[in-house]
């Protein structure tokens, strides 16, 4: 059939990173840094420590994603020219 031409292999692919915990502590910990300007400063010291183990758990993370991207990748579509825009006459 005419219309029945499907490419087997994706045209572009994309990479998402996996779910992660650290955005949550790292908020939370800033939250109890936050609160213990009102609040006792044993609350400041506590999340300070576990915004800077979320941090560290974060830019871990990303590494490791960055990581599992492929070095290259086979481009599938036409380089198109670099045409500068031509804006239409009037009369």
Known sequence: MA?????TDPAELIYVPEPSWAPLM?????AAVLASFFTWWPYGVAGAIVALFAIRAWIADS???YGRLPRHQRVTSAVLPAIPYKKPDRP
């Open 3 to 7: 219309g029945d031409n499907h490419d």
């Open 26 to 30: 790292l908020a939370a910990g800033l």
């Open 63 to 65: 590494r490791q994603d």
